[in-house]
């Protein structure tokens, strides 16, 4: 089983709606991460989590907001998807700053 | 902030051959991280190193910490079909276990049989 999971891996979705993306993981790492990868960009930081009561904003964090429901889970919302939020999603974990990756959601916003 | 310079962008490579792809940066990292993506797929760990002049290796695998702390190499011998994917480097300012993680942009690896 993977210790890192995401759901869902495919969404389409239309301009305004709000869209959930889930991250599950089973390492037992405390700190949790969200990231966005566009072709030719690189991965970079949406927001990341040292604890379920410790949430901060990374690189690009406006337009998304996130929930820590429990050590384990780590969500990512966005409250009113736009085209530009059309991307691969990324949630990982880390343990001593080596930081390991879900499979992605590919996200489509029409 | 810091900035990776991955290289080279892209690769095209016979099956054999040996590979080698490197990242600088004007900034000192305390950690350097390399990772494999396969399409549709999440970014997997392939090597960490921790200390500057650290040499690891990973099957066919290899990379080094630059001393200067600003650099870091990966090498593959004998590319095979499936070592075809992305690479990417990533570094980490700050003690280990902090959150900072700067990627670079990726060498995409083509390996014609």
């Known amino acids: 089983d993977a210790d890192v999971t995401q759901t869902p891996r495919n969404r389409i979705t239309k301009t305004g709606k709000r869209i959930m993306l889930e991250c599950s993981q089973t390492?037992?790492?405390?700190?949790m991460y969200w990231y966005r990868q566009d072709p030719g960009l690189g991965l970079r930081l949406i927001y990341y989590s040292f604890d379920v009561k410790d949430i901060n904003k990374g690189e690009i964090s406006d337009g998304y907001s996130v929930s820590r429901q429990a050590q384990a889970k780590f969500s990512l919302s966005l409250e009113s998807a736009i085209p530009n939020q059309t991307a691969l999603y990324f949630c990982a974990t880390s343990e001593r700053g080596t930081q390991y990756f879900g499979p992605g959601t590919r996200l489509t916003v029409l | 902030g810091q900035q990776l310079n991955q290289s080279p962008q892209s690769m095209f490579i016979q099956e054999g051959e040996d590979v080698s792809m490197n990242c600088t940066s004007s900034s000192i990292f305390n950690t350097w991280l390399w990772y494999k993506q396969d399409p549709g797929e999440g970014p997997v760990l392939l090597i960490a190193?921790?200390?500057?002049?650290e040499l690891t290796s990973n099957g066919r695998l290899t990379a080094q910490f630059g001393i200067t702390r600003k650099d870091s190499f990966l090498n593959i011998s004998a590319s095979i079909p499936s070592d075809v994917g992305i690479y990417f480097c990533?570094?980490?300012?700050?003690?280990?276990?902090?959150?900072?993680?700067?990627f670079g942009k990726g060498t995409k690896l083509s390996v014609i049989p």
């Open positions: 190193l921790y200390k500057a002049g």
């Open positions: 390492k037992g790492h405390d700190r």
């Open positions: 990533a570094g980490q300012v700050g003690r280990a276990g902090s959150y900072q993680l700067t």
